[in-house]
């Protein structure tokens, strides 16, 4: 794979993830994992321009919220009381985690016109 995020850029993404889920535990709100997925994918591409490493930061979106849930009592419950399919998240989270083929399954996933990710990679 082309990009690939570091170690401290996936940790500043776990954190930023983490304070998402807390705001809206927070602001009694509900998750919605595309939302959360989406808004990670445009901060990264409004601040780089760079449509593929915007996806491989988005992909890792549904990973960190499992990984956050199941070591929070709270998110668990962010997570139940909002309904969150887990079986269509375990889905997304191995459907999109690796490869080249990972970033075209997230790039369908967002609902995004740019279908050139594996021109980008190539």
């Known amino acids: 794979m082309r990009c690939s995020t570091s170690p401290e850029a996936q940790k500043a993404l776990r954190i930023h993830v983490a ?4 705001d809206l535990v927070d602001g009694g709100k509900t998750l ?3 939302v959360l997925v989406r808004g990670v994918y445009d901060m990264i591409n409004n601040a780089t321009e760079d449509h593929v490493q915007a996806l491989d930061y988005a992909r890792f979106v549904p990973y960190m919220v499992d ?5 929070d009592s709270r998110l668990k419950k962010l997570m139940l009381d909002s309904n969150v399919d887990y079986t269509a998240l375990s ?3 191995l459907d ?4 080249e083929e990972g970033l ?3 790039n369908t996933y967002l609902d995004l016109k740019d279908t050139s990710v594996k021109k980008v990679l190539k």
């Open 19 to 22: 304070k998402e889920m807390l």
């Open 96 to 99: 999109t985690i690796e490869g």
């Open 104 to 106: 075209a399954k997230m």
């Open 91 to 93: 889905s997304l989270i």
């Open 32 to 34: 919605d994992i595309k």
């Open 67 to 71: 990984h956050l849930q199941s070591s």
